[in-house]
Nanobody, 128 residues
Framework: QVQLVEFGGGSVQAGGSLRLSCAASGRTLSDYTMGWFRQAPGKERESVAAISTRGVSTSYSDSVKGRFIISRDDAKNTVYLRLSSLRPEDTAVYYC?????????????????????WGQGTLVTVSS
């Protein structure tokens, strides 16, 4: 059974940085595009970033472009999200997710298509 576990969240002040990790078990992530998503209190879940196999291409939401960086280490079966220049509006539970098919690309994942497995989430709180 595939499992994703996120960690690395925490409380930071505006302007600070964090690195989130998403570790997988039960599946080799290297064959799949992966994505990060977030859900703020009272809001719908939204896409944050996606990375293709081998890290060839990435995609970011406009709200995080230039501040967040998605990366992957296939040897560790782990995907990362580096959060920088954090703002209070970045406060949310951050989730990673994997699609059900290897053909899903970053565009599909950013549109939440084919997503099959979700982690439990890690909370990021940014104070002003």
């Amino acid at each position: 059974q595939v499992q994703l576990v996120e960690f690395g969240g925490g409380s930071v002040q505006a302007g600070g940085s964090l690195r989130l990790s998403c570790a997988a078990s039960g599946r080799t992530l290297s064959d799949y595009t992966m994505g990060w998503f977030r859900q703020a209190p009272g809001k719908e879940r939204e896409s944050v970033a996606a990375i293709s196999t081998r890290g060839v291409s990435t995609s970011y939401s406009d709200s995080v472009k230039g501040r967040f960086i998605i990366s992957r280490d296939d040897a560790k079966n782990t995907v990362y999200l580096r959060l920088s220049s954090l703002r209070p509006e970045d406060t949310a539970v951050y989730y990673c997710a994997a699609p059900s098919t290897q053909v899903a690309g970053p565009g599909d994942v950013m549109m939440m298509r084919y997503l099959e497995v979700w982690g439990q989430g890690t909370l990021v709180t940014v104070s002003s």
